[in-house]
């Protein structure tokens, strides 16, 4: 059994108007040592996988036909044993 630990965020050339919108939040708290905040998001899923290689394989084909808009959005996957 392996962990698939996956991050998403929007690649640096894509508005985050969500990332924005808590940035002004905490410099209307007075954080204003945050210079720049971008929201993405985290996804586990666990998968019954002979061999590491092949989860990661699989990990990664379902990041890239349905987790991940690769348009706008970038990806980081871990692939641990559990």
Do not use: W
């Amino acid at each position: 059994m392996f962990v698939a630990k996956i991050n998403v965020t929007l690649k640096e050339s894509v508005l985050d108007p969500q990332g924005q919108t808590v940035l002004r939040t905490l410099h209307d708290q007075g954080k204003n040592s945050v210079a720049d905040l971008r929201v993405g998001k985290y996804i586990e899923m666990k998968i019954d996988a002979k061999s590491q290689p092949e989860a990661e394989a699989l990990a990664k084909e379902i990041c890239e036909s349905v987790l991940v808009n690769q348009v706008i959005e970038t990806y980081r996957l871990v692939v641990e044993k559990v």
